[in-house]
């Protein structure tokens, strides 16, 4: 069974910045797809971004692109989410999300962690 483990979340102010990180263990494979999402208070989970198993494609929503920024080290299996140019409502609890295949932008991830919190306020 695979286990995701977040870190990195944390409370900053409008405008600046925080890296999540999430690493994989317990499975059996070399690489994996990875993914963000989040989940605002009284919201639907949400696609945030994802990174293909060879790390050759990388997804984002609308949302973040150009601020947000994934990547993945596979020894150990890690994924990261840096955010820049944060905003009050990127506030959210961040998921980590993998898989073995490509899933992209769906949620159809078959593993999950159990979330960090990001807040931003001033």
């Known amino acids: 069974q695979v286990r995701l483990v977040e870190s990195g979340g944390g409370s900053v102010q409008p405008g600046g910045s925080l890296s999540l990180s999430c690493v994989a263990s317990g499975g059996s494979h070399s690489s994996y797809a990875m993914a963000w999402f989040r989940q605002a208070p009284g919201q639907r989970r949400e696609f945030v971004a994802a990174?293909?198993?060879?790390?050759?494609?990388?997804y984002y929503s609308d949302s973040v692109k150009g601020r947000f920024a994934i990547s993945k080290d596979n020894a150990p299996i890690t994924a990261y989410l840096s955010m820049h140019m944060l905003k009050p409502e990127d506030t959210a609890v961040y998921y980590c999300?993998?898989?073995?295949?490509?899933?992209?932008?769906?949620?159809?991830?078959?593993?999950w962690g159990q979330g960090t919190q990001v807040t931003v306020s001033s």
């Open positions: 990174i293909s198993w060879s790390r050759a494609k990388t």
């Open positions: 999300a993998a898989d073995t295949m490509n899933v992209g932008m769906t949620d159809a991830y078959s593993y």
